[in-house]
């Protein structure tokens, strides 16, 4: 079966930095995507990766590894405003969305 | 602004009793979704339509159906709605399908069954 995996849930402090992983086994593969989710809110696009390596679009980043299926979401000087939860993706040989239940991040002051 | 638009935001319904939720895209985007999500869970794929070719996913209950009438529209439709059917309910369009193929949500509806 099609499986990614991501915490349930993480704590990080205002300012600083949290890494979200990413594993995933799916069939097939055509790119990870990261999407942002405030709270009663729908999903936001953040990034999209394909080839291994890191993607980096200010803040936030993206890595990659194809041959482990892993992937992590970075987050660098983390605001208030960052508490959301974070949905891993990837789309698989058919080309559809399979998607992660979620990674809620609490910022603390 | 170009947009994914969800009418309505909240819609309380019966045990039982049909209801109907509808989005518009002003993207023109050639394929829309419907996801199913429930509180601290993934997103579930229910209906895609790539332009008029209408795309079942293999578990979604006979109980939901889709229309897409015209590029900009598509309605779900619940027949019998259950108290298991209350979720948030997300409609999202891409250009096309492929690689590289970033979803636009709508800002959902929220689905309370009494």
């Known amino acids: 079966g099609q499986n990614i995996d991501q915490p349930t849930e993480m704590t990080a402090t205002e300012g600083a930095i949290v890494q979200i992983n990413c594993t995933y086994q799916?069939?097939?593969?055509?790119?990870l995507f990261w999407y942002q989710q405030h709270a009663g809110e729908a999903p936001t696009f953040l990034s999209y990766n394909v080839l291994d390596g890191l993607e980096e679009k200010g803040r936030f980043s993206s890595f990659l590894s194809r041959s482990k299926g892993y992937s992590y979401l970075l987050l660098k000087e983390l605001q208030m405003k960052d508490s959301a939860s974070y949905l891993c993706?990837?789309?698989?040989?058919?080309?559809?969305?399979?998607w992660g239940a979620g990674t809620k991040l609490i910022i603390k002051p | 602004d170009a947009m994914v638009i969800q009418n309505p935001r909240y819609q309380v319904t019966q045990f039982g009793k049909p209801v109907t939720l509808s989005c518009s895209q002003t993207l023109n985007h050639n394929v829309m979704y419907w996801y199913q999500q429930k509180s601290s869970q993934a997103p579930k794929l229910l209906f895609h339509y790539y332009d008029k070719d209408f795309n079942n996913e293999a578990d979604t209950p006979d109980n939901f159906q889709s229309r897409r009438p015209n590029t900009s529209f598509c309605f779900l439709d619940i027949r019998s709605p259950g108290l298991g059917d209350a979720a948030m309910y997300l409609c999202a369009t891409s250009q096309r399908q492929g690689d590289y193929n970033e979803q636009f949500f709508g800002p959902g509806t929220r689905l309370t069954v009494l």
């Open positions: 799916t069939s097939g593969f055509n790119g």
């Open positions: 993706a990837v789309m698989d040989s058919n080309y559809q969305l399979i």
